[in-house]
């Protein structure tokens, strides 16, 4: 089970300065709230073949060849924005609605994962993102963990941990259950400055982790 302990970017090829234009192409799909299952399917290549540039530890650089074939299926891209970075916009028009569709992923419809991925809790937390109107990069940093792991949860390429979620609950006021079950509210009724609330909650977290523990081996 994954620790939600800070993750060193130094530990990370992908964030050493070097790979700026991978960190760019990620960042229009973010925009675009798509994911590397559904780009390699429309630009006809495997899904590897575009995690290669997106892997932490051990990225490729992207080459002029991938970006000209994410030209041709996304007429509305800026690649100069890709390759020179933020002094161009990432889009030199605004994609249609019917292009933004065939981009963005289809959370609760069935689509090939891993095994032992859970699609509803990972589109849960993909859930709650999108109801506080955060980027991954700003959700990721409330919670004071890494833009990637958002991104693979939200891709269904990593269950949420519980540790993970225990801070969405904590920082967040989520209720815990909602994104394990879908059952109850997204979010609790108590303010952080509820300190009687807040320690309860310590206390029943405890208990919960053993529950969801349990819950997340089926």
Avoid at 67 to 93: A, R, W
Avoid at 198 to 214: A, G, M, Q, S, T
Wanted: hydrophobic share 35%.
């Amino acid at each position: 089970m994954d620790k939600m302990t800070p993750i060193n970017n130094e530990e990370y090829k992908l964030y050493s300065g070097d790979f700026n234009q991978n960190l760019r192409f990620i960042e229009v799909m973010e925009l675009l709230e798509t994911n590397p299952r559904i780009v390699s399917n429309k630009i006809g290549c495997s899904v590897s073949g575009v995690n290669v540039f997106t892997s932490p530890q051990r990225p490729k650089k992207i080459t002029t060849d991938f970006i000209k074939k994410l030209e041709s299926v996304m007429p509305f891209l800026n690649t100069d924005f890709i390759v020179y970075g933020e002094d161009h916009k990432p889009f030199i028009k605004k994609p249609t609605k019917e292009e933004a569709e065939s981009f963005k992923v289809k959370y609760g419809v069935k689509s090939p994962t891993k095994k032992g991925i859970n699609q509803e809790r990972c589109s849960r937390v993909y859930e709650v993102r999108m109801m506080m109107s955060e980027t991954q990069l700003s959700f990721a940093e409330k919670l004071g963990v890494e833009r990637h792991l958002i991104s693979a949860i939200e891709g269904c390429r990593q269950n949420p941990s519980i540790d993970l979620l225990i801070l969405m609950r904590r920082i967040m006021n989520i209720n815990l259950w909602w994104v394990m079950t879908g059952e109850e509210e997204m979010k609790l009724d108590f303010q952080a400055s509820d300190v009687g609330k807040i320690r309860e909650l310590e206390h029943e977290n405890k208990v919960l982790k053993r529950v969801v523990e349990k819950l997340s081996l089926d």
